[in-house]
């Protein structure tokens, strides 16, 4: 590996990578034809793993995040224990925008992302770096997504994604996770200027932080709206799609990447329409949708998800037969397999074995 003389890495140029061997994925993505479903699981690097757990006892989070050794370590974990996966995604966070806009975020255990000081009323907004110098604020990351790449080494591609605006607007103004998001949704519906405004900031700063991640290594993007699901259809339609469609068109204008979107829960009336209305390639559907219904919905769109993680607690055989029918809902083709969202840390790793075999054992 190349070292700068400060110490830091100099990045390796895209032209330097070795050429990728399974590009199942991209193709999938780009409607092409592929012979076998490609699959990957949200939340691969984690704390299901006893190797993941190894690497964390010692590092806390975002240091492990902020550690490009250990943030490509962890990346590599999943591909070096299931050698069949079809990509590998970047480890880190969505929430490391916030942070680089001038916020505090702990992880806390038990807790999971804590913010001590956010948002409370639209004067707060002064207090943010609104326009950050991404290369000096998220640079870790870039050098997290190019050292990754390198040492994939063309086996798979690697993915980069960030949050989306109206996601990252609600943690920093519920200052952690939250069931009902009501003091964002009292900024939606009491504050519509300011939440715009904070909208297009956050809209910005993951437009250059997006293409940024393609120029260090990411072959695919991912943008999680994990929020979506818990806006009523106009407040989608104002508050998420606009935004969501902004950065796909942005960032296509700058780099050609395959790009996904994953609005969790975002099956309301319209969406998932409004969705495939937008440039990008495919869209990830969670489990409370059924596959051929989401096919109906989502015009000539590449497909990803959707097994409820819940469905990796069943016995093999039964979880075989689950995936079995939802490959028979999406079909084969402008399909990729995954969860309808993250990975439990109580799965059993092996049955996460299970689920890429079983999704690799369904041909046309
Ligand atoms: O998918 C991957 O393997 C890549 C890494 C990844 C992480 N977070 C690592 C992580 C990705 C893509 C994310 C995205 C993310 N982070 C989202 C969007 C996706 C989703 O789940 O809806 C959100 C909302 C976050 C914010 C966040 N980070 C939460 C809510 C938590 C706590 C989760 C929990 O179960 O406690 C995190 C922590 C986190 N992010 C962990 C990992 C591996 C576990 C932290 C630990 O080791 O203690």
Redesign the pocket.
């Known amino acids: 590996m190349k070292r700068a003389s400060d110490g830091t890495r100099s990045r390796m140029s895209l032209s330097a990578f070795p050429a990728l061997k399974n590009d199942c994925m991209l193709r999938a993505a780009r409607g092409e034809a592929t012979e076998w479903i490609p699959v990957w699981m949200?939340?691969?690097?984690?704390?299901y793993l006893p190797e993941y757990q190894e690497v964390?006892k010692d590092a806390d989070?975002f240091t492990m995040c902020r550690t490009p050794e250990l943030a490509c370590k962890v990346s590599l974990q999943p591909l070096e224990r299931f050698p069949t996966l079809d990509a590998v995604?970047i480890?880190?966070?969505?929430?490391v925008i916030p942070q680089a806009m001038g916020m505090e975020v702990l992880?806390v255990k038990g807790k999971?992302?804590v913010f001590p000081d956010p948002l409370k009323v639209p004067e707060d907004i002064q207090k943010l770096t609104l326009k950050p110098d991404i290369e000096s604020t998220l640079g870790y990351v870039f050098d997290a997504v190019n050292l990754t790449r390198e040492r994939i080494a063309g086996r798979v591609p690697l993915i980069g994604?960030s949050?989306a605006p109206f996601?990252l607007m609600a943690y920093m103004i519920e200052g952690g996770?939250s069931r009902t998001l009501s003091k964002a949704k009292t900024w939606l519906f009491k504050h519509p200027e300011a939440t715009h405004k904070l909208l297009q900031a956050l809209t910005d700063i993951i437009v250059e932080y997006l293409v940024g991640k393609v120029k260090a290594g990411a072959q695919m993007l991912q943008v999680?709206e994990?929020n979506g699901g818990d806006l009523t259809p106009d407040h989608f339609t104002e508050f998420s799609l606009p935004y969501l469609s902004q950065i796909a068109s942005r960032v296509k204008a700058a780099v050609d990447v395959p790009m996904t979107v994953f609005a969790?829960g975002a099956n309301q009336e319209g969406a998932l329409e409004a969705l495939a209305s937008t440039e990008y390639n495919t869209i990830s559907v969670d489990w409370r949708i059924e596959p051929s219904d989401a096919r109906k919905r989502a015009g000539n769109k590449t497909l990803q998800g959707n097994l409820d993680p819940g469905a990796l607690y069943a016995a093999p055989e039964t979880l075989r037969k689950l995936v079995a029918k939802m490959v028979k809902g999406f079909g084969t083709q402008r399909y990729i397999a995954n969860l309808g969202?993250?990975m439990h840390?109580s799965h059993d790793p092996e049955m996460a074995g299970n689920f890429i075999d079983a999704v690799h054992a369904c041909t046309n």
């Open positions: 949200m939340r691969q690097a984690g704390r964390r989070f995604i480890f880190s966070d969505i929430l992880m999971g992302p994604f949050g996601t996770g999680f994990s969790r969202h993250g840390p």
